[in-house]
């Protein structure tokens, strides 16, 4: 009995100790209000901090950014718009990324700007003092929606240009054919600036032909100011004041915003001009320290048709007249309101032979063939452009459809020309003249003054053996003289007799 107890009560205190040694060795790490489990005090067992961190989330078709797996991204996962329902550029349609990303760097003068670029492309810098200078960049302009940005000049010296460009190609700035849009801010009014007056406040431009200096500080020349803005007209901007820009543009229409106000709603048509087509671009002219900024559309595709060559071999963004031709095809560059109504290579203000080609002249006279009635072989012409071929031609030098009196002899070459039977009696005078046409009477007399030759008085009373020798007179009128000599003698002796 005394041995089992002893066993138990051996077993016992190992069992006390156990439990003694592991409350020694747990109690300590544990602070009053770490306990894992206490359910006397009410606590409960705090969640443990995993040092990892969460996944990346997988990249998504239609989030807007472009993945390494996609080839574009437009925001949705729509197909048919240029961006399929898997981000892959569709066929015929090409996608490019919307941010600010470089397409030239072109200055005027002799100050080269400084401009840097974020690493995500959404903001834009120009740090110097620069000569006029453009950043063109990859975004279109034009039809893209709702463009907005910021603009922010972070100097506390100099007043003058900032702004943006608006249909802007590569090279404009320099080129004979250049066409953009030029929105230009100024902080202060100058009397010479480059040598001409400056003006404050905000303007909208259309930049035609190879512009200068002068030309983009006084807005003359090929700088053709449109419009003034609403609300800066002759307001300046202000530093380290951040400016927020909304625009939308199109061929036929410019909206413009700052900070929410309206400063140019204007019509291409209410203007009688053409808003080129191109891409957004920054000004910077003298100002250093200017900030752009892109908010939207930011990094989604902005995918498009891909355009059919209209003029292959040329520049289809050349079109001077702005008509949908290119410059390199178009007939009549300069004017899109004369044309070359029948395709012969011809504008219609200069076009020799209307409806016709005037390429084709079979004869080489420089008369094309469906204006020349002598077109079926060389040397075969109308010289005096009659109508007539020379080789027929009755009256050469004249215009033989002009025959008065229809005899067939054209008026140039008819004798009697108002004479159909060219003088029928022979005496060289035309019967349209000839006071006795019927009677060779080449003196013409006509004594008594009737406007009929003596030659042929009798014929005209119907007395047979008319045309009497010359100098003798017919019946009549020696019947005439004897009764006027008696009228004389007659008043003479009425006379004598009264005195």
């Not at 200068?212 to 307001?235: I, K, M, N, P």
């Amino acid at each position: 009995m005394y041995l089992t107890s002893a066993i138990t009560l051996r077993s016992l205190s190992t069992l006390l100790a156990s439990l003694a040694l592991s409350a020694a060795l747990v109690t300590p790490a544990m602070a009053d209000g770490d306990r894992r489990c206490d359910d006397d005090a009410g606590e409960t067992t705090p969640e443990t901090t995993d040092p990892t961190p969460p996944p990346t989330p997988a990249p998504e078709c239609g989030d807007g950014n472009i993945d390494e797996a996609e080839t574009c991204d437009d925001g949705n996962t729509d197909a048919d718009d240029g961006c399929s329902s898997d981000c892959v550029v569709e066929d015929d349609y090409e996608c490019l990324r919307a941010d600010f990303s470089l397409l030239a760097d072109e200055y005027i003068g002799d100050v080269k700007p400084d401009w840097s670029r974020s690493e995500d492309a959404f903001t834009v810098v120009q740090s110097d003092n620069p000569s006029p200078s453009v950043y063109a960049t990859t975004l279109p302009a034009n039809d893209i929606g709702e463009i907005t940005l910021t603009m922010q000049v972070e100097d506390d010296d100099d007043n003058d240009y900032v702004g943006l460009v608006l249909g802007f190609e590569s090279g404009e700035l320099e080129s004979d054919d250049a066409s953009f849009l030029l929105i230009d801010w100024r902080r202060q009014d100058q009397d010479k600036f480059n040598g001409v007056p400056a003006r404050r406040g905000m303007a909208v431009s259309l930049v035609t032909g190879k512009t200068s200096v002068t030309d983009l500080a006084a807005h003359r020349g090929s700088v053709r100011e449109l419009a003034r803005a609403e609300d800066f007209s002759d307001a300046g901007w202000s530093f380290d004041d951040v400016y927020t820009w909304t625009l939308t543009y199109s061929a036929d229409h410019l909206h413009v915003a700052v900070n929410g106000d309206t400063q140019f709603d204007l019509r291409a048509l209410d203007l009688d001009v053409n808003f080129p087509e191109g891409t957004l671009g920054f000004y910077n002219f003298s100002q250093r320290n200017v900030t752009y900024e892109l908010l939207s559309p930011r990094g989604v595709s902005l995918c498009s048709p891909i355009k059919e060559d209209l003029c292959p071999g040329f520049d289809d963004a050349l079109d001077a007249d702005g008509d949908g031709t290119p410059d390199g095809c178009d007939v009549c560059p300069n004017s899109a309101y004369v044309l070359d109504s029948d395709s012969d290579g011809v504008c219609d203000d200069i076009d020799v032979c209307p409806g016709a080609d005037d390429k084709l002249d079979s004869d080489g006279d420089g008369t094309p063939n469906g204006c020349d009635f002598c077109s079926n072989g060389a040397g075969v012409l109308d010289s005096d452009g009659d109508g007539v071929c020379d080789e027929a031609d009755v009256c050469a030098g004249s215009d033989d459809k002009l025959d008065a009196d229809a005899d067939g002899t054209p008026d140039a070459c008819d004798v009697c020309p108002e004479d159909a039977g060219n003088d029928v009696d022979g005496d060289g005078i035309c019967a349209a003249v000839d006071n006795c046409p019927d009677v060779a009477n080449i003196d013409q007399y006509d004594f008594d003054g009737d406007g009929w030759g003596d030659a042929c008085e009798d014929e005209r009373y119907g007395v047979q053996g008319g045309g009497c020798s010359a100098g003798k007179r017919n019946g009549t009128t020696g019947t005439l003289l004897v009764i006027l000599t008696l009228g004389l003698w007659w008043e003479r002796r009425r006379r004598a007799a009264v005195a």
